[in-house]
């Protein structure tokens, strides 16, 4: 251990390492409830490339695991530390190192912040679309591990699309690039892409060169009200097999709705069983709303309320913002399930999930990025009463069963980390873990970076 | 031989082996000029996923190599039989399994024809993409093997962006899901990603889930004429700043001007230098495209014409996508570069390959998807000329030397193949080989996918 700190500081300026037990502590775990934790040995808080190198070979040479760490907002327990690691927090390396206009590319460090990074390129008229709701503290580092999400995918997609090229300091230290800085590029397999979403176990990235698109123009939200999940579903696939291509296409279940008026009286109609916003950043988005709100009222919508202004559709976008944070309220604790089914069987992923809280006796409340099929069921129970912690998480395990059986992923966009990595085995089979295996072996042949999670 | 033919034949019908020298023979190799490449010892054309794994068991027990194969149009030779192998031809399995106009997506066999596949899913009022310009017979298994472009991709991508979900035999026969149905999912590293590309050396696509879009409007060019390559990439950068998304951002030089004229009188203008190609497929294309054409001209075009209506878009178009054909006819042998640099450098990549043109005294017609700053310079020689055949090899190298030195990479769309692996090395770097290596042996231990290639 003091051989561990002696080495480390050797590389390292004082201030990047942290030993105060009390400190490290708070660095144990991410925003995933029940998910284990161990003690790190030690926090260190690289400001350069050759640092976060340095760290990489002292544990290599001291065979100490490393677990990399943004600002933990992740929501499966993948930045978790384990007992006697090194945390390796990248929050200092926080340099926005060029934006391009033309070439439609921002190059970051990988401690910069998503809304740092997002409000810096629109001051050049770019747009970076990945939005998790922890975009204001997340950060990119964090969003590529984890290849996040949020309320933009159902037209921009997910981070992984906007990586281009990456530098990686692998297991033993050495520095990788991969990918490109240009729009295309096919030289051998895709590395870049294999690291995203890779949670931190296959290298630390220290650089990344992220796609821009150009700043859309500002997003118009309508509000649709429906009398069940199932009409409110049904108004999805009509719009999506229409051809619309809304900027976000969200649903809130009567118990979110009426958890987010709780928290923030925001005035939500909470005699209604499922609210679907739906917004347009195209150049007529009154128009666009209108074909939408017709076809949300043929499917049954009880009343539809466009939006006037920017000021009241993001009025609406904050109250499903904070639907995750609110539901967390309903009970002492939360499971927050990310199912994602093909969009064609929201409809039954809701009735099950329904049927589901209904079987285990439990409030499950759902809100969904439902034009992507991504719900997040969350789960509240009272994390003192044994029984229905057990309860909780049996029925947060059968509606995973139930995502896989209707075609769908465990996790749409928060991961696998501690809290599902049983139910990765059984999504991808016993041939892909085994090449997935085969693949962490090659990168990571010690098996120091982040173990225990994924697999 | 004889004992691979017998094994061979108990597991396939009779019509799906050729053995004939003469017909296996025309198997040899793809277009690629100058790519060595061997004597296939038997062709197979399976027609199910378990006649697949049967040939991959058969290679694996007899330790052959097999070469898989779409329709030969790749432009690297990475579909080059080598001495002795399998020729393992995915063309029978042509079926569209299911096309969901809810759910966006395609799924299809490997040896369905891009341009088939494209007009079925046209007919649902959805838009697949990627268009090579070899579309009309390509498959789409080719195209996934070497992650090919086209026209499209300054606004849609490459065709690993349409790719969510893959069946792949490996190469002892067992049989691999990767990916997803749903619009997202981030379940484990991305296998699906890192078969895209990988030119066959990976595994056997046998099924890919395809993502689609909705149908756009038709697009409307217009075309410019520019008295240099640089005034012509100038207000590429310009058009690109601005934030506009053409569906397509094209240049020929005028060798590939005259090039096409000579070959279909299709009267381009002769006496510029470089011509411009600008469409757009949104709701008021004539209103963007006025917009660009302003760009043009104060870029210093000395002509900008907008087609009035979608025939002649079209035949614009036709020009754009004869020209490397018509490049091949300038002189008794062509080498096709792919070089892709980032836009903001495409003029100093076009003013580098007319100076290598001039240093080793030969033609070099460029033809380039400028919008992605991929450029497609066509080395024109006399193969039956020593000199002039060293010279254009010499050149050909010189162009890809010159792309990485721009921060480029030496193949946008193309693919590595026999054609660039020496370069493919420079590319990628010491530690990037050895991982791409070291994931090549984790999924094909014995070497038998396609040999010589890529590495």
Redo the contacts between chains.
Sequence with gaps: MSDLLERLRAGLPPEALITDPDVTASYAHDMASFCEAGTPAVVVLPRTVEQVQHVMRTATALRVPVVPQGARTGLSGAANASDGCIVLSLVKMDRILEI??????AVVEPGVVNAVLSRAVNEH??YYPPDPSSWETCTIGGNIG??S?GLC??KY??T??YVLGLEVV?ADG?????G????????????T??F???EGS?GIVVKAVLALK??PPQQLVLAAEFPSAATACDAV?RI??R???PSLLELMDRTTVRAVNAMASMGLPETTEALLLCAFDT??PSADLAAVGELCTAAGATEVVPADNPAESELLLQARRMSLTALETVKSATMIDDV?????RLGAMLAGTAAIAEEYGLTIGVCA?A????THPVVCFDHQDPDESRRARESFDAIMALGLEL??????????GVLKKEW?AR???E??VE??R??????DPLGLLNPGK?F
């Design positions: 391009s206009p033309v070439d439609r590319i008229g770019l984890t290849a999400g995918c159902v997609g997910v992984a699309e692998l050495r520095l990788l690039t991969t490109r800085r240009t729009a295309k590029g096919v030289a051998g397999y895709d590395l892409r294999l995203v979403g890779s296959l150009p700043q696939c999506m097999e051809g619309h291509t150049p007529d994602c089914v093909p969009r064609s990025h034009g992507d099929g991504n075609g769908g992923t465990i996790t749409g966009e928060h991961g696998v990765l999504e991808l089979g041939t892909g090449l997935q085969s693949i962490k072996a090659a990168f994924l």
